[in-house]
């Protein structure tokens, strides 16, 4: 599956954004989707995950309580609503996709088989 991630931008300490992952070229409700994060100098970070049909949603401890995962899949989209943004939020996000077949460790970048070019996240006032 192709994927297409945009929404980032530049916003101040305690905005908000809305990323959005938009797929194509196979089944999106085939696969489950996941949120990963890259800061300067830093390694890749999970961020979320949601299962194939939206009935389970996974975060970092990072996160929790201020990003939302969520998907529609009569539009082939995913999308990752932050709230509360903080300075450290500050990373290129990427979406991705994995086989419905496995199970658990929605963290693992590695059980995720396509990924988005990413897009830019600065938290800068």
């Known amino acids: 599956v192709q994927l297409q991630a945009s929404g980032g931008g530049l916003v101040q300490p305690g905005g908000s954004l809305r990323l959005s992952c938009a797929a194509s070229?196979?089944?999106?409700?085939?696969?489950?989707m996941g949120w990963f994060r890259q800061a300067p100098g830093k390694g890749r970070e999970w961020v979320a995950a949601?299962?194939?049909?939206?009935?389970?949603?996974y975060y970092a401890d990072a996160v929790k309580g201020r990003f939302t995962i969520s998907r529609d899949n009569s539009k082939n989209t995913a999308y990752l609503q932050m709230n509360s943004l903080k300075p450290e939020d500050t990373a290129l996000y990427y979406c991705?996709?994995?086989?419905?077949?496995?199970?658990?460790?929605?963290?693992?970048?590695?059980?995720?088989?396509?990924w988005g070019q990413g897009t830019q996240v600065t938290v800068s006032s």
């Open positions: 991705a996709a994995r086989p419905t077949r496995y199970i658990g460790r929605y963290y693992s970048a590695d059980l995720y088989g396509d």
């Open positions: 949601i299962n194939w049909n939206g009935g389970n949603t």
């Open positions: 070229g196979r089944t999106f409700s085939s696969y489950d």
